[in-house]
């Protein structure tokens, strides 16, 4: 059996990886996007509960996608993924799942929800990139 050639080890993982990140971070865009209309009311106050939900789903989504091909980039690409597909989403002017900060005085809850899935991705990608590399670090010991 010939040898694996080198190109070839060089290039697997990375496809491996950018595969990887983009079936998570495209979940995680579809199913946050889903979860994040959910929104419970105590009073006129709403409580975007299903949010938070979402950006922890984003967040274990490119942990685990980091920790599976054991790369932090990884991890970071998905975030970005997911980032991209919901920003493009919010672009869109006849969407009804992400609800635009404009819309605050009317539709307070869901502009609300929108807003911090929307913008709560980036934190969510950086605390998967610290969890990524400490298990990754803590792995290789």
């Known amino acids: 059996m010939p040898a694996p050639d080198q190109r070839t080890r060089r290039l697997t993982p990375v496809i491996t990886g950018t595969l990887v990140a983009i079936v ?49 980039w990884v991890a970071g690409l998905c975030g970005l993924i997911t980032y991209g ?13 992400l609800i635009g900060w404009s819309s605050h005085d009317t539709l307070p809850g869901p502009a609300l929800a929108a807003a911090l899935w929307t913008y709560g991705i980036v934190v969510s990608t950086v605390v998967a990139l610290l969890v990524t590399a400490g298990g990754l670090r803590t792995r290789r010991r």
């Open 24 to 72: 998570t971070g495209v979940l995680a865009a579809v199913f946050g996007t889903l979860l994040q209309g959910q929104i419970h009311y105590l009073g006129d106050t709403p409580l975007p509960w299903g949010a938070v939900l979402a950006l922890l789903l984003a967040g274990s989504f490119a942990t685990v996608a980091g920790l599976y091909v054991e790369k932090v």
């Open 85 to 97: 597909l919901v920003a493009w989403t919010a672009l869109d002017t006849h969407n009804h799942l």
